[in-house]
């Protein structure tokens, strides 16, 4: 039941963020990293964030996933405002509605593949959607690597197992850092294909930060950032495109 104006407004949308601002330190010393940041992530979209490196991505991306706090202004998980939330709420909700990939795999190596996909679940004391569990695997083409440790499976397999992780839990939306920054390109592909995938079929809301056109370019939209605001955006990128657009903003 829609109990407020604001969920009318939000729910459609993953995450929106009004008037994000984030400055680190003080006085002389203190940094602007976000400037009143306005922004809506539709629901089902992928969405990658560019800019040059300085330029706030980062920042942005830990103020919507809960990982940082910011300095003012407002962010809605869905219905929900994260702004405000104690540690242990904020905490609840990243293990129950965020997903996260990392350049870094953060795979527990002493596991199977199985193990290491499930683990969020078994951690939250859920059950295993089975059904779920072999749909994502199949789709991410990780059946036949299921009983393998990490060790065992190349750069490609092991984030195609932390995407399947993080989606395992139908999260309302995937944050993704530099997912494809330790593969080749042709495992880079293979995963920005699989993030693809899951948004067009699964309907998964997904927020990419890159420095990569390339990687951008399987994005539905790009935000660009420049100098902690945002400042344009690109529908239907291509790699040429979004290079042409960074060149502007002299990244
Ligand atoms: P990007 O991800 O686009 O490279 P960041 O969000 O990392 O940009 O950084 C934005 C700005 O905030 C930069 O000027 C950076 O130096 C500064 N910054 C980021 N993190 C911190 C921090 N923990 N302390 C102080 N300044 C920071």
Same mark, same amino acid.
């Not at 984030?22 to 976000?34: D, H, M, S």
């Not at 965020?98 to 870094?104: D, E, H, N, P």
């Not at 009983?147 to 750069?155: C, D, R, V, W």
């Not at 495992?187 to 420095?211: N, P």
């Given at each position: 039941?829609?109990?407020s104006?604001?969920q009318?407004?939000?729910?459609?949308?993953?995450v929106?963020?009004?008037?994000l601002s984030k400055?680190?330190?003080?006085?002389?010393?203190?940094?602007?990293?976000l400037?009143?940041?306005?922004?809506?992530?539709?629901?089902?979209k992928f969405?990658?964030?560019?800019?040059?490196?300085?330029?706030?991505?980062?920042?942005?991306?830990?103020c919507?996933?809960?990982?940082?706090?910011?300095?003012?202004?407002?962010?809605?998980?869905?219905?929900?405002? %994260?702004?405000?939330?104690?540690?242990?709420?904020?905490t609840?909700?990243?293990?129950?509605?965020?997903?996260?990939?990392?350049?870094?795999?953060?795979?527990?190596?002493?596991?199977?593949?199985e193990?290491?996909?499930?683990?969020?679940?078994?951690?939250?004391g859920?059950?295993?959607?089975?059904?779920?569990?072999?749909?994502?695997?199949?789709?991410?083409g990780?059946?036949?690597?299921?009983?393998h440790?990490?060790?065992?499976?190349?750069?490609?397999?092991?984030?195609?197992?932390?995407?399947?992780?993080?989606?395992?839990?139908?999260?309302?939306?995937?944050?993704?850092?530099?997912?494809?920054g330790?593969?080749?390109?042709?495992?880079?592909?293979?995963?920005l294909?699989?993030?693809r995938?899951?948004?067009?079929?699964?309907?998964?809301?997904?927020?990419?930060?890159?420095?990569?056109?390339?990687?951008?370019?399987?994005?539905?939209?790009?935000?660009?950032?420049?100098?902690?605001?945002l400042?344009?955006? %690109?529908?239907?990128?291509t790699?040429?495109?979004v290079?042409?657009?960074?060149?502007?903003?002299?990244a």
């Amino acid at each position: 039941m829609i109990t407020s104006t604001e969920q009318i407004q939000t729910t459609h949308f993953a995450v929106t963020a009004r008037g994000l601002s984030k400055t680190y330190g003080r006085g002389e010393t203190a940094v602007a990293a976000l400037k009143g940041i306005d922004i809506s992530f539709p629901a089902g979209k992928f969405t990658a964030i560019m800019g040059p490196s300085g330029s706030g991505k980062s920042t942005l991306m830990h103020c919507l996933a809960g990982l940082d706090t910011a300095t003012s202004g407002t962010i809605h998980l869905g219905g929900t405002e %994260l702004t405000g939330l104690s540690d242990k709420l904020l905490t609840q909700l990243r293990r129950d509605r965020i997903g996260f990939v990392f350049q870094a795999f953060n795979l527990v190596p002493t596991l199977t593949a199985e193990d290491n996909i499930t683990l969020p679940v078994a951690l939250a004391g859920g059950t295993v959607d089975k059904e779920w569990f072999t749909f994502i695997t199949t789709t991410l083409g990780l059946t036949e690597r299921l009983a393998h440790k990490p060790h065992e499976l190349s750069g490609g397999q092991q984030q195609r197992v932390a995407v399947a992780r993080a989606l395992l839990t139908r999260p309302q939306v995937v944050f993704g850092d530099e997912p494809t920054g330790n593969l080749d390109s042709r495992a880079g592909a293979e995963v920005l294909g699989m993030l693809r995938r899951s948004s067009r079929e699964m309907g998964q809301s997904i927020i990419m930060v890159t420095h990569d056109p390339v990687a951008a370019a399987y994005a539905d939209r790009v935000v660009l950032m420049s100098d902690g605001e945002l400042v344009g955006e %690109l529908a239907n990128p291509t790699a040429e495109s979004v290079m042409a657009a960074l060149a502007t903003l002299g990244a």
